[in-house]
């Protein structure tokens, strides 16, 4: 769990977990709006995936991005 503050941060440090979890041998990653993806062979695959998927939801005009 990551405890740490982050930038411009003010008051208690929220909860706060991994975006990564593994179910059997396959790895997902997910979103701070509940949105599982994957499966990925490796853990490392998932965070590539993740990668992708900010890259492409800051492509998004405002209006359409997750938040």
Do not use: I, N
């Not at 440090?13 to 997902?28: A, E, I, L, M, Q």
């Not at 599982?36 to 939801?57: I, M, N, Q, T, Y």
């Amino acid at each position: 769990m990551d405890t740490q503050r982050r930038t411009g941060e003010q008051g208690p440090v929220p909860f706060r977990s991994s975006r990564f979890f593994c179910v059997g041998s396959k790895w997902y990653f997910t979103t701070r709006e509940g949105f599982d993806s994957g499966p990925f062979a490796s853990r490392e695959r998932a965070e590539v995936g993740l990668k992708r998927f900010l890259h492409v939801v800051r492509l998004l005009p405002e209006e359409q991005q997750v938040h």
